[in-house]
Nanobody, 126 residues
């Protein structure tokens, strides 16, 4: 059973940076697609960035492109999200997700992911 644990969230000010981590265990391999999603209070969960298992470059949501950078360390079963130039609208719970079966066109859909972490809160004050 795949197990995902996020860490690194916190309270920061506008313009600050955070590095979120996702530790994966339970048989996850580079052949899994992985992604970051976030959910703000009263809003639906939204896609932030993801890697498809085919090995293509990561796909970013337009709202974070140029500010967030994702990386993956397959040797350590870790995924990271470097979030820079943070804005109050980035405030949300950030989730790590994984799937062994999704197709590329479904990368941005949260319904495509079978495994989820518990989330880490990011709060950006103005």
């Amino acid at each position: 059973q795949v197990h995902l644990v996020e860490s690194g969230g916190g309270l920061v000010q506008t313009g600050d940076s955070l590095r979120l981590s996702c530790a994966a265990s339970g048989g996850i391999t580079p052949r899994y697609s992985m992604a970051w999603f976030r959910q703000a209070p009263g809003k639906e969960r939204e896609f932030v960035v993801g890697f498809h298992r085919s090995g293509t470059s990561p796909y970013y949501a337009d709202s974070v492109k140029g500010r967030f950078t994702v990386s993956r360390d397959n040797a350590k079963n870790m995924m990271y999200l470097q979030a820079s130039s943070l804005l109050p609208e980035d405030t949300a719970v950030y989730y790590c997700a994984a799937s062994s079966t999704l197709i590329l066109s479904s990368l941005r859909s949260d319904k495509s992911y079978a495994y989820w972490g518990q989330g880490t809160q990011v709060t950006v004050s103005s």
